[in-house]
């Protein structure tokens, strides 16, 4: 079955910098687009960024860019969220999120918290 698994999330303080990792299974990983989404708390979730299958292509919500990289390794099947000049407001649950056969699917999130 379609397993996500997120992992890296902390506290960290403002200015800092964390990355994130997904671990995928179950699914052609290297043949799908792969995202990651956050939440914050009483926020609708968002999403943050995006790759193509090959990695050739990204793209982020105007709130990241310039900050947040994501990345993938296809031979080992991850994905990575790569976030500097965290702020305040970047504090959320973070998903990793596919869509197989037209159904999304979801990690349970790791929570980064970015305060002083």
């Known amino acids: 079955q379609v397993q996500l698994v997120e992992s890296g999330g902390g506290l960290v303080q403002p200015g800092g910098s964390l990355l994130l990792s997904c671990t995928a299974s179950g699914f052609p990983f290297d043949l799908l687009l792969m995202r990651w989404y956050r939440q914050a708390t009483g926020k609708e979730r968002e999403l943050v960024a995006n790759?193509?299958?090959?990695?050739?292509?990204?793209t982020y919500t105007d709130l990241v860019k310039g900050r947040f990289t994501i990345s993938r390794d296809n031979a080992k099947n991850m994905v990575y969220l790569q976030m500097n000049s965290l702020k305040p407001e970047d504090t959320a649950v973070y998903f990793c999120?596919?869509?197989?056969?037209?159904?999304?699917?979801w990690g349970e999130g790791t929570l980064v918290t970015v305060s002083s």
């Open positions: 790759i193509t299958p090959a990695g050739s292509t990204t």
């Open positions: 999120s596919t869509q197989v056969y037209g159904l999304d699917y």
